[in-house]
Every structure is written in structure tokens, then in C-alpha cells.
């Protein structure tokens, strides 16, 4: 629960500027970061978003693992692009039947990718720390973002808590009965937390539904009332933007 909850969301520069400006220049980020060619403008932006957590006294224990997946799949790419892709060899490894061959091309690649998921996390995760879920739902539907996919992100967002505390109950009630002692007896008692999970999904549903259909939901979800841009924080954005622009160009 700890590494979801926002109880880390404190008060600094960057909780009081505009979501609507924060998701504008978050975009614009992502979209150079993830078309750009090299490492100059990824690294910056990654150590970028590291000073800013820094600066938010983000908990050490939540940063590892909001990054620990993605550094996980950058690492799975970077191996493959370097053992399977290009035609620069590096070296050649007979393992039996099997022949690693490292590509220096498939290496850079690989490199390049990685950069690129890690910008792009640490942007988005830069974006979560400063910003509660409920103001960037709320910044989407401004941004004209279909009412059916908010819907879903804000029922989604509010039943991962739920099925959380189902989960530890349920994994706590089979570890003392030693469900987890063995491999087998371990295998067997998490398909049966995941099985009991994807009924408890059900059965939530359902409750929600006949609750706010009781309740006269009509498919509008009341959003915060926006108040109306401030120049100089449209003003610095769009000095960041191009600067960061400028990077992306060279």
C-alpha cells in the first residue's frame, strides 16, 4: 500500500502549478524523449526528474520501486538487442550447442532504447509524485480525454487499494498455514489468491454498479472546477519547452 498511497504528496513549487500546464509540458517531453536519437536529451530529462524528486523528498524505498520494473524491461532489451540484433560482433561465445555472439551495433541500439524508457518513466513518475491522481484525471477531461476511458482510470485507480488489502489477507491467511513452504504447495496457493482475486473483481463490480445506478449515476463524473491559467507559469513553460526543443534539435 505504500508505494501507492500519497500521503508522500507534500507541499512545494510543483504541487501549485497548473495540472493543465504540468500534462502540456509532460507531453511535449514525452514526445522528444521518445523520438529523439542519442542519449543527450533522455539522460538530461532522467536527471532532470531525479533532481525534482529530490527536491519533493520522495521516500528512497518508493523511488526504487516505481523504477525497479522499468530498469527490468530496459535490461531485458538492452541484452537482446545486444545478443540478437546487428552485424558489428563483438565477441563469440560457444556454450555447447549454443552461440552468444555480442554485436557492438545491436549494443548502442539496445543503449538507445533503454535511454528512452527510462526518460520516458522518469517524466511520467516525476508527474505522479507532484501531482494527485485526482487532479490529473481531472486535467485529462479538460483536455477533451473521452469520459469512458476517466471513467474506467478513476474505478481502476480506487479498487486497486481494495483488491490490495483482499490480496494481503488472503496471502497472510495461507503463509500461516504454511501454504508458502514449498515450491508445489506455493504455486498451488497463489493460483488460488489469484482465482479468489478475480472473483472478488467481480463481485466488487457488480456492487458498484447496482450502488450508483441506486444512487441515479448517469455516467458524469463531477471533475475539479478549474481556475483560469496564470501567464507566468504558461510563460516558463513555454521557455522549458523550447529549450528542451532546442536539445531535441541537436
Known sequence: MYIFSEHFHQEHFLTKIDVRVKLLVVLSLLVMVLSYKGFALPLLVTILCLFLCIKMRIPLRVFIRRFSEPLFIASIVLILKFLFSGKAVMFSIQMGSITLTGHRDGLMDGLFIACRIIGAVSVVAALGFATPFTEIMAGLSWFKIPKGFIE????????????????????????????????????????????????????????????????????????????????DEVAASILFIFAMGVVWKI
Open 152 to 231: 474506467i482510470l478513476m474505478f481502476a485507480y480506487r479498487y486497486i487499494f481494495v483488491l490490495l488489502e483482499d490480496a494481503f489477507v488472503i496471502y497472510n491467511a495461507q503463509k500461516n498455514r504454511l501454504g508458502y513452504s514449498s515450491i508445489r504447495r506455493g504455486l498451488n496457493s497463489f493460483g488460488t489468491l489469484t482465482g479468489s482475486l478475480v472473483i472478488k473483481a467481480f463481485e466488487h463490480s457488480q456492487n458498484t454498479t447496482t450502488a450508483m445506478i441506486q444512487r441515479g449515476y448517469d455516467g458524469n463524473i463531477p471533475m475539479l472546477k478549474h481556475k483560469p491559467f496564470k501567464l
